[in-house]
Structure formats: structure tokens, C-alpha cells
């Protein structure tokens, strides 16, 4: 553990250049650094392993977490090093509920075989653009409901200069339509944004559905990366002596 390394050898042996080894240094990603009597620093294996350690965390967790971990693991403050994973785990598990109730929400369009771009039956004799009670009784809601979903931006109405008016085009009359469809279902309002904004972007859910199989693919990827991560740093921890 006190062999002698140059930042040069740990530059190569990571792929970095001998500056981020400096960085890493003051960022506390390394263990304290000794210097020599001419004020050379003073790098050992330990440091070796620190520097693989970090950046294989990284990659599990991203920079972030790894510039409170590792500093953490380095001052001997284990909890907190433990709380910055558990933080980063949650996150992971967070997404992927969020993106299962996306993904059975979209279900849902897609049984009821309707989309944003498809005809859909207006108002008799209704105009080009349809008027907040017109869209409220096709969809089968009141004004207030439409103003909510509006405020929350779910929905996008045009405003006509001269009055103010709300004006719905077909677009988003098929888009409250979407809405309603969901809500009926109790989706909430935040997973029929996520919805609505994937669809208006493709106007195709089948589309999003392939998007969102992706993200899950994604998902699996990321918590494998994690999964490594957490293998190597529990190594460290033994290497240093924090871990049975």
C-alpha cells in the first residue's frame, strides 16, 4: 500500500490526463495525497484503486454521486456514502415507476384505438376551431375541467384577438379527448403529461410505445451499471477496511 506511483502512471492506467488526477484529488474522488520534500505528490496503490473505484461509480451513478461518495468514503463518514446510493437507487426506482405508469397509461390510448392525429368527430356545424363548452360537452366534462387540465398544460387552446375566446383546434380537441380517456382510467394529471407531450412530439403512440420500450431497455442497463458499481466500491471498502 506504500509503493510509490507517478500521477503519470495513474493517468494512463484510467485513460485521464495528470491534471483530472490533480482534480480528482482536490475533490476528495482520491485519498489524501502526501507530497515529498521537494513537494512532489506522493501516489500509492491505494490511490490506484480510489481512482478505478470513482470512476467505475461514476458510471453506475454519474459524477454527482460519486463526488459525495467518495469524499464520504474517504473521511470515514460511511453513512453518508450509504445515503448518496440509497438517494441514487430511489431515483432509478422512481423512473422506472413512473415510466410503468406511462407505459400502462398509453395502454389504455391504445386499446380505446385512439391517437392525437386520427379524425375524429366534431360539433355538428362546429367551426374550424371549437369553442371551451363545445370541446367540454364532446368530451364529456365541464369548462372548468378543461381550464384545469390547461393550467396544468395539459392542454394548448388558441385565444381568439379580438374576444379572448378559447379556441380549440382539432389537435387538441383530440388531445382533451386523450385526457379524459386517462382520467377516466385514474391516471394521474403528472403521467398524462408525460403522455401527451411523447405523443405530441410523435403523434404516433405506437411510436412512443417502441420510445418507451427503449427507456425500459435503458432502465435494466442503468441498474446493472449500478450493480457493478456497487460491487466495486463494496471492494473498496474492504480494501480500505470499512467492510466485512
Known sequence: MNDRLRAIDLARAAGVSVQQVRNYV????????????????IFTSAHA????????????HGWPTARVVMPAVHAG?????????????????????????????????LAAHTTLSAPTASPANAPQGTRIGQVARSVGVRPPVLRLWETHGLLKPDREPSTGYRNYSRAELDTAR??????????????????VNELRSTSNPDRVLDELTNRARE???????RLKASAVLHAYLRYLGQAA
Open 26 to 41: 482536490e475533490a476528495g474522488l482520491l485519498p489524501p495525497v502526501e507530497r515529498t520534500a521537494s513537494g512532489y505528490r
Open 49 to 60: 484503486e480510489a481512482l478505478a473505484t470513482a470512476r467505475e461509480v461514476a458510471a453506475g
Open 77 to 109: 463518514d460511511l453513512e453518508a456514502a450509504l445515503a448518496a446510493l440509497d438517494a441514487s437507487h430511489a431515483r432509478l426506482d422512481r423512473e422506472r415507476r413512473e415510466l410503468a405508469a406511462v407505459h400502462e397509461a398509453l395502454g389504455t390510448i
Open 178 to 195: 386523450v385526457i379524459a380517456l386517462l382520467r377516466r382510467g385514474n391516471h394521474p394529471l403528472a403521467t398524462i403529461n408525460a403522455v
Open 219 to 225: 432502465l435494466h442497463r442503468s441498474s446493472l451499471r
